[in-house]
């Protein structure tokens, strides 16, 4: 059994799009009755605040009153954006998109992630080491071998393509990228006109992209000592902050769990999908996690991501209890008629586990510690032939208790709420 005491999130990228707002909020910035804002910062306006967090004004000639201070006079919480809903405290609130999500998140000093509340098709996570192989990635100066086309702009701090060129143009250096290898590249790509660009990583190039926005692609590495971007003859736009790191480790996880015996069920039985996963992996001091959920239906969405160290307290015993909180309203009136809304849920386990009596105050302390705080609880044993969603659970525990019966092992018992 393990219990993960989480990190605070810093996104990196996402390709998911803001929802709409009418401007970022600034106290010189006066907003008129049902205009909406973004707040991306505490109050101090240099202070990075996440989630980021949507808010609606409630009243005209709204200006200096700081949104998360206001008391409802000025302004109403309308929830975390789009692109923050899987990074926010709320499991139910979904970050949503028609195409797959692409995130990128600090993974520093954690070993375990756990998504909830999911919708697609499978689920493919990277462990990236957080060092840029490239030198001046950020092309403030001409370090990039240029392919017929390419031009370096100094005054912008960017590669310009001309469209000129005959055939596909390299922009590239070389970072001794190993053959076979993963590697996570990630461009910016402005001024856009015409023609495909994609990433490369020795040589391999990934995929085209045909308008103005960031990029985050991974590349298995060929032979050739050409890492960067590459675009074709038709190209014309303009290109930096050019990044390339390395993957360390990753996992693909198909959520389609349907068992279908025969065309009968195929068709009309449905299909099943996880809705939530949990993945461990190595410890680095300096590391990132890049998040890919594919769609399935046309959509794809997460309520929360959440990550950090995880650590072992035992194994689960026999008999452990799994089941829900359901937040539907029943009303029944004068008539008898019942009349039922479907409302969010919540996960609940309760289960024991059995621990060497050695380990008795390591178990407590490290209950302790995540009390009244958000924890990833996954009762599935290490190594079990069979592991169970319904027994990973992002929620709090409710109690403990520790039974010593004897001098060799003890039965610890764990009462989980799941959030919602």
């Not at 391999?204 to 960031?214: E, L, Q, R």
């Not at 996880?253 to 996880?274: C, Q, W």
Request: glycine letters at 8%; proline letters at 2%.
């Amino acid at each position: 059994m393990k219990v993960v005491d989480l990190i605070d999130i810093t996104l990196h990228h996402s390709s998911v799009s803001q929802s709409a707002a009418t401007h970022d909020y600034a106290a010189a910035t006066v907003f008129g009755d049902a205009e909406t804002c973004y707040v991306k910062y505490e109050d101090d306006d240099a202070t990075p605040r996440t989630p980021v967090e949507l808010y609606t004004s409630q009243q005209a000639a709204n200006q200096g009153h700081y949104p998360p201070d206001d008391d409802g006079t000025w302004w109403v919480l309308s929830g975390s954006s789009n692109r923050w809903k899987m990074f926010d405290a709320y499991v139910s609130s979904q970050t949503e998109d028609t195409s797959t999500i692409v995130a990128e998140i600090d993974s520093n000093e954690s070993n375990a992630i756990g998504l909830f509340n999911l919708q697609g098709s499978e689920v493919t996570l990277h462990q990236i080491i957080d060092t840029e192989l490239a030198t001046d990635g950020d092309c403030t100066d001409d370090n990039f071998t240029k392919g017929t086309g390419w031009s370096h702009d100094a005054g912008n701090d960017e590669y310009d393509c001309s469209g000129a060129q005959a055939a596909n143009t390299k922009l590239y250096q070389d970072m001794s990228t190993t053959e076979d290898s993963l590697y996570r590249v990630q461009f910016t790509v402005k001024n856009y006109d015409a023609g495909n660009i994609a990433g490369m990583a020795g040589g391999t190039a990934g995929t085209n992209v045909a308008a103005d926005g960031t990029y985050s692609q991974v590349i298995t590495a060929g032979s050739d000592a050409e890492d960067g971007v590459i675009a074709d003859s038709a190209f014309k736009g303009s290109v930096d902050d050019i990044s390339i790191m390395r993957v360390v480790d990753y996992t693909t996880i198909d959520l389609d769990v349907t068992d279908i015996d025969d065309y009968y069920e195929y068709f009309f039985n449905g299909f099943l999908f996880k809705e939530d996963i949990f993945w461990t992996y190595p410890y680095y001091a300096d590391s990132r996690m890049r998040i890919e959920i594919s769609t399935q239906g046309g959509t794809c969405a997460c309520g929360i991501v959440a990550l950090g160290s995880f650590y072992e307290l035992g194994d689960t015993l026999y008999e452990p209890t799994i089941g829900i909180a359901d937040y539907s309203k029943k009303d029944t009136d004068a008539y008898g008629r019942t009349y039922l809304n479907q409302g969010a849920y919540a996960k609940t386990l309760d289960f024991d586990i059995l621990i060497e009596n050695d380990l008795i105050d390591y178990v407590n302390r490290r209950l302790t510690a995540v009390r009244g705080e958000a924890a990833i609880f996954n009762a599935n044993n290490t190594g079990a032939s069979n592991t169970y969603e319904s027994m990973i659970v992002y929620g709090f525990f409710e109690s403990f208790s520790i039974i010593i019966p004897g001098p060799v092992k003890s039965k610890c018992n764990i009462e989980v709420q799941g959030l919602i």
